[in-house]
């Protein structure tokens, strides 16, 4: 529903709040930052970064009906990079892609 995915946007856009108890905290705004200000080098920072988002919302919603909107949007990513940049999967196993950057 559209509560449930709101939820989910403002975790992914400033999680200072549910940050506490993450190791290492990472949000939308943070990487628009680190983007504006040339902070990547490689793609596969870049790419990094917006996984973490994605591993700190399953952490933090690990008991939580939000689980699944984070897993959808980590897989809708994660489809739309492959696509964007052509990236080969390692295995047919893998959810994870082989970055040529």
């Given at each position: 529903?559209?509560?449930?995915?709101n939820a989910?946007?403002?975790?992914?856009?400033?999680?200072?709040?549910?940050?506490?108890?993450?190791?290492?905290?990472?949000?939308?705004?943070?990487?628009?930052?680190?983007?504006?200000?040339?902070?990547?080098?490689?793609?596969?920072?870049?790419?990094?970064?917006?996984?973490?988002?994605?591993?700190?919302?399953?952490?933090?919603?690990?008991?939580?009906?939000?689980?699944?909107?984070?897993?959808?949007?980590?897989?809708?990513?994660?489809?739309?990079?492959?696509?964007?940049?052509?990236?080969?999967?390692?295995?047919?196993?893998?959810?994870?892609?082989?970055?040529?950057?």
């Amino acid at each position: 529903t559209w509560n449930h995915a709101n939820a989910l946007w403002h975790f992914c856009q400033h999680n200072t709040k549910t940050s506490q108890g993450l190791e290492k905290p990472m949000w939308l705004n943070k990487i628009k930052k680190n983007l504006t200000m040339n902070v990547y080098h490689r793609v596969r920072e870049f790419v990094r970064d917006m996984r973490l988002i994605f591993q700190n919302h399953r952490a933090f919603y690990k008991n939580n009906k939000f689980i699944n909107l984070g897993l959808q949007l980590e897989a809708e990513f994660e489809s739309d990079f492959k696509n964007v940049f052509g990236i080969q999967e390692i295995s047919t196993n893998s959810s994870r892609f082989e970055l040529i950057f």
